[in-house]
């Protein structure tokens, strides 16, 4: 059984840039798979960042954005701010009706 | 505006069945793909189950078989009946509208409990 796989936990430096990947530990991920990115604080319902590889939902700042790198897909903070300190799941639409999560980052920036 | 709204969590003992309903408001769910995603104590996001604009249902293998997602279109509503309940289904079910394949709109989700 394929599992999409993401970083547990990443640091990055107020003002740093970090990227988080979503890859699989079988085969590649591509736009195919409609990537998506979401932020969630404890406590609150997740928040959609990135949509279909690299678009960002509305109101989502421009300090976000979303690429394919290699064989993962990718979600880049520039400019990284102390309330981007959230734990992060990529989303993979693995077939018809199917999608999976990821396992899920934490973010924290110090 | 988009909202959703879930209900019908719990506490329940194993093996017991519940049913969650979403209500939504600001569009039709049988215009879209809605669907559920639950999130255990102090655990990652787990998709669950959607149903497609045309009723075409699909569900994660962990529910597949226990879990079943119908909506009622006169109350804009999504349900999910879930039967046996395990102690691994205690989780916050959110529900969620599709759009464009992402988890667009979410509800504030409702905690399901499953212990005896």
């Known amino acids: 059984q394929t599992v999409v796989t993401q970083e547990p936990s990443l640091s990055v430096s107020p003002g740093g840039t970090v990227t988080l990947t979503c890859g699989l530990t079988?085969?590649?991920?591509?736009?195919?798979?409609?990537p998506s990115w979401y932020q969630q604080t404890p406590g609150q319902a997740p928040r959609t960042l990135i949509y279909?590889?690299?678009t960002r939902s509305s109101g989502v700042p421009d300090r976000f954005s979303g690429s394919i790198l290699g064989n993962k897909a990718a979600l880049t903070i520039t400019g990284a701010q102390a309330d981007d300190e959230s734990d992060y799941y990529c989303?993979?639409?693995?077939?018809?009706?199917?999608?999976?999560f990821g396992g899920g980052t934490k973010l924290t920036v110090l | 505006e988009v909202q959703l709204v879930e209900s019908g969590g719990g506490l329940i003992q194993p093996g017991g069945s519940l049913r969650l309903s979403c209500a939504a408001s600001?569009?039709?769910?049988?215009?879209?793909?809605m669907t559920w995603v639950r999130q255990a104590p102090g655990k990652g996001l787990e998709w669950a189950s959607v149903?497609?604009?045309?009723?075409?249902?699909y569900y994660a293998d962990p529910v597949k078989g226990r879990f079943t997602i119908s909506r009622d279109n006169s109350k804009n509503t999504v349900y999910l009946q879930m039967n046996s309940l395990r102690a691994e289904d205690t989780a916050v079910y959110y529900c969620?509208?599709?759009?464009?394949?992402?988890?667009?709109?979410w509800g504030q989700g409702t905690l399901v409990t499953v212990s005896s």
């Open positions: 969620a509208r599709v759009d464009n394949y992402r988890f667009e709109s």
């Open positions: 600001g569009f039709a769910v049988n215009s879209v793909y």
């Open positions: 149903i497609f604009s045309g009723g075409n249902t």
């Open positions: 079988s085969g590649s991920v591509s736009s195919n798979f409609y």
């Open positions: 279909t590889t690299n």
């Open positions: 989303a993979l639409y693995m077939r018809t009706g199917i999608w999976v």
